[in-house]
């Protein structure tokens, strides 16, 4: 058993249990963040911030929702909204918060891709991140089907009827799914139960997971140089701050992310009291009626993009049915980011400035995740069948030819 002194204080006797000395130095004082960044590098902490968010405005939520077909659209529309003390304001904190949140994580996501933060040493950093990015989907998903209106009912038809496109085991994986033959108050309970607990508890575990992986290779900077961190680190540590490339994350780090983060809440709570209605589908003001079908179903903004890949092959080809190519198409658009560090097949770490010909390959890129995303809330016919088609095509041939591109711009610098 180890000895233990007399504590002249309550951290002293806390450091002798717990170590918290050194639990600070290795989280705050001792973790090296490299000094060239901007504010991009700010959104691990408004992702976390507004995470805190959802899960506070949501068990406030919570306490008055009724999971029950019956009872759950009165709840939600009149309970919380009406009756219940600043139940508007909780329930505008968490629709925003749940659209504002993919906001961070596509701006997150594409700031990596920029930067090439996903390779030599970080791919584990990337593949934790995109694990975080599909957590979040599912909530997302499950926590839209949560109001039971009309969009959330036909969303919940579309989504699971995906799942009947699996070989052999489809049709009874979409009734395992359901809990029924069709979307119903046990799908809704069921949801219920993966939104409020397992999938937050889930995202709680990958978050942990994805600050654990930045601690070795650590965290890329603006021009992507790699040098010795423990090196930069005793330079700062001896007085030399100024030519060391590297600060502390607390207090220098955490203080510019609480600047980002203090303007992201001004922003935040803008859209709460004045445009929270962009966080809410008026189609969804509708009770649930599995007799009426909505003339346009979509989901919501963050998912237009590949619901758009989905029904942009919305023709038979060689013999395959529409469904079942857009089906691939679908789950090759969710599933290529994952292992885009091995796409990528330039042997350095360069920002996207300085790699030409990946360069235009991003900004065709992010042109064409934007057009999919407008004609993904557009009913899919007659010209915007054919625009969506050309740019869910257009979006699969960037990543098949993502390693030829990457080559070029390595041999054009000698690196191959």
Do not use: C
Request: hydrophobic share 55%; charged share 15%; proline share 5%.
């Amino acid at each position: 058993m180890a000895k233990f002194e007399k504590a002249n204080s309550v951290g002293e006797w806390l450091d002798q249990r717990l170590n918290t000395t050194t639990f600070n130095k290795v989280m705050m004082t001792e973790y090296w963040i490299p000094k060239d960044i901007n504010f991009l590098w700010a959104m691990g902490v408004l992702l976390a911030t507004t995470f805190g968010i959802l899960i506070i405005s949501g068990i406030f939520l919570m306490m008055y929702y009724k999971p029950d077909i019956g009872l759950a659209f009165d709840s939600v529309n009149y309970t919380i909204m009406q009756e219940v003390a600043f139940g508007w304001l909780f329930r505008h904190m968490h629709g925003v918060a749940a659209s504002v949140v993919f906001l961070v994580i596509y701006i997150h996501m594409f700031t990596g891709i920029y930067y090439g933060s996903y390779k030599q040493g970080r791919e584990m950093i990337w593949i934790s991140g995109m694990l975080l990015f599909m957590t979040f989907s599912a909530a997302g998903f499950s926590g839209y089907m949560l109001p039971w209106g009309q969009m959330s009912y036909w969303a919940a038809m579309v989504i699971t009827n995906l799942f009947g496109g699996v070989p052999v085991i489809g049709d009874a994986l979409v009734i395992w799914i359901r809990g029924d033959f069709n979307v119903a108050d046990a799908t809704l309970t069921r949801f219920f139960m993966l939104h409020v607990f397992l999938l937050p508890i889930t995202i709680m575990g990958i978050i942990a997971l994805h600050f654990y992986t930045l601690r070795i290779p650590h965290v890329n900077n603006q021009s992507s140089e790699e040098f010795d961190f423990d090196e930069e680190a005793e330079k700062y540590l001896a007085g030399n701050k100024k030519e060391s490339k590297v600060i502390p994350f607390w207090p220098v780090f955490i203080s510019k992310d609480l600047a980002v983060l203090g303007i992201f809440l001004i922003f935040y709570f803008y859209l709460v009291f004045f445009h929270y209605n962009f966080a809410m589908d008026p189609v969804n003001f509708d009770p649930a009626d599995n007799m009426v079908t909505p003339a346009h179903i979509y989901p919501e903004w963050y998912f237009l993009w590949s619901y758009e890949v989905l029904r942009g092959f919305f023709f038979d080809i060689a013999g395959f049915k529409a469904f079942d190519i857009g089906l691939i198409a679908f789950a090759f658009a969710n599933g290529i980011f994952l292992v885009l560090p091995w796409l990528d097949r330039d042997p350095a770490i360069l920002p996207a400035h300085k790699r030409p010909v990946f360069f235009i390959w991003f900004w065709i890129l992010m042109a064409d995740l934007i057009v999919l995303t407008v004609y993904g809330k557009l009913p899919p016919t007659g010209v915007n069948a054919w625009v969506g088609f050309f740019a869910a095509t257009l979006f699969i041939i960037l990543f098949l030819v993502l390693p030829i591109v990457t080559k070029i711009d390595a041999k054009k610098r000698g690196a191959l």
